[in-house]
């Protein structure tokens, strides 16, 4: 496992992550750690963060990361294929979309672009009184030439997905970014994710190269405690077995091993933290007659 440290201010957020890290809240402070992520991804400085000297920071087993090292993806349900095809700088499919230029597989046909190019330059020339040559092709180029959009065998965009398919869509656009890279050491990913099942899991597992953070209210049976941290008036980290086990033997009048506390922990957050689906029309009859 690695130690994560996110700092901002005079806030700390401290845990052990393998791959993923569920960080189940039910207060408003996942959304301090996610702004605290944001901020870390932008160069400008507001004049409120200027005055309280407010500098998110990220430590990876005390190493700390930075721009040049480091790359981040939020994936969102507010993720809009209309506005990520206008490939900005900040575009998810930009990234994905340079790192498919550059595979090996398109440079024979880059180099014939190219050739013909330059065969084009040769016949504009022979009866002009202005030269011309044609830059060679590049990426960055090419990509202005481009116009992307999603197609599932018809041309697609959020409005048209599912909200599985929605987050399916970021997870391999950002798995092919991991699996393709080599510019970055650190790659981290974060999402705000209530309802878990079982497809996106295994979507996001698939994420080998990347540290994932799941910000959610509700434990779920796919957990394993090791993954998992809890926010109540502290962040509460499961990984660490043992300052978990010291602690809670302050409060506890009778002995138990550690594997017993760790079952203690899962009915806990089973039955504090797990929504309950009911049915309106039972729950009147049965509970709330005169």
Same mark, same amino acid.
């Given at each position: ?48 963060r ?11 087993d005390?190493?700390?990361?930075? %721009?040049?090292?480091s &790359?981040?993806?939020e994936? /969102?349900?507010?993720?809009?294929? *209309?506005?990520?095809? $206008? =490939? !900005? ?8 979309l ?11 046909s880059?180099?014939?672009?190219d ?13 002009s ?7 060679s ?5 090419l990509?202005?030439?481009l ?23 970021q997870?391999? %656009?950002?798995?092919? &970014?991991?699996?393709?890279q /080599?510019?970055?050491d650190?790659? *981290?990913?974060y999402? $705000? =994710? !209530? ?43 499961f990984a660490d ?15 138990y ?12 957050l ?10 309106i ?10």
């Amino acid at each position: 496992m690695n130690s994560f440290k996110l700092t901002n201010g005079s806030k700390l957020w401290e845990f052990q992550i393998e791959q993923m890290k569920y960080i189940i809240d039910t207060s408003n402070e996942w959304f301090s750690m996610v702004q605290a992520l944001r901020q870390f991804n932008i160069k400008d400085k507001s004049e409120y963060r200027e005055e309280y000297d407010l500098k998110a920071q990220i430590f990876i087993d005390e190493n700390v990361l930075n %721009m040049r090292n480091s &790359i981040f993806f939020e994936i /969102s349900d507010s993720y809009s294929v *209309i506005e990520d095809r $206008k =490939l !900005n700088s900040k575009s998810l499919m930009l990234k994905y979309l340079e790192l498919k230029l550059q595979n090996q597989e398109c440079f024979e046909s880059i180099s014939t672009i190219d050739i013909l190019l330059s065969a084009l330059a040769e016949e504009i020339n022979e009866s002009s009184i202005v030269k011309v040559l044609f830059d060679s092709t590049g990426v960055k180029q090419l990509l202005k030439m481009l116009t992307s959009f999603y197609e599932d065998e018809l041309q697609m965009d959020e409005y048209d997905l599912s909200f599985n398919d929605l987050f399916r869509l970021q997870i391999q %656009m950002i798995r092919y &970014i991991a699996e393709n890279q /080599s510019k970055y050491d650190h790659i *981290i990913v974060y999402l $705000k =994710l !209530n309802v878990l099942n079982q497809n996106i899991l295994a979507e996001l597992q698939s994420l080998k190269d990347c540290k994932i953070l799941i910000f959610t209210n509700q434990y779920n049976s796919l957990m394993n405690l090791k993954d998992i941290c809890l926010i109540q008036k502290e962040l509460i980290d499961f990984a660490d077995e043992e300052y978990f086990y010291h602690q809670f033997t302050r409060y506890s009048f009778d002995y138990y091993t550690i594997e017993e506390v760790q079952m203690m922990i899962q009915k806990y957050l089973k039955e504090n933290y797990t929504q309950k689906y009911t049915d309106i029309y039972q729950e009147l009859e049965h509970f709330y007659k005169d």
